[in-house]
Nanobody, 125 residues
Framework: QVQLVESGGGLVQAGGSLRLSCAASGRTISSYAMGWFRQAPGKEREFVAS????????YYSDSVKGRFTISRDNAKNTVYLQMNGLKPEYTAVYYC??????????????????WGQGTQVTVSS
């Protein structure tokens, strides 16, 4: 069973940047597609970005495309989410998750098996 731990969240002003990290342990994630999701209070968990096993293919929600960049370092068993141009509506708990497949282009939380505990991102206006 893989354990995922997110870090890098915090309080930032609108227009600022944060870099989230998701460190995996217990099993290598180098063969699996990974994703980032977020959940704001009172809202459902929503897809943010995903990346295939090699890092060649990436996918983003329309709301973050051009602002966020997902990447991975398989040697470090870690996935990243670089967030630029942050908006107050991006305030949420951000979660990373792992699929059981090399490639993944969907957006459903139910397709992801293991989740981290999340890291809070708060963007002030």
């Amino acid at each position: 069973q893989v354990q995922l731990v997110e870090s890098g969240g915090g309080l930032v002003q609108a227009g600022g940047s944060l870099r989230l990290s998701c460190a995996a342990s217990g099993r290598t994630i180098s063969s699996y597609a990974m994703g980032w999701f977020r959940q704001a209070p009172g809202k459902e968990r929503e897809f943010v970005a995903s990346i295939n096993w090699s890092g060649v293919s990436t996918y983003y929600s329309d709301s973050v495309k051009g602002r966020f960049t997902i990447s991975r370092d398989n040697a470090k068993n870690t996935v990243y989410l670089q967030m630029n141009g942050l908006k107050p509506e991006y305030t949420a708990v951000y979660y990373c998750a792992v699929t059981g497949t090399f490639y993944y282009s969907g957006r459903a939380p139910s397709d992801f098996g293991s989740w981290g505990q999340g890291t809070q991102v708060t963007v002030s206006s």
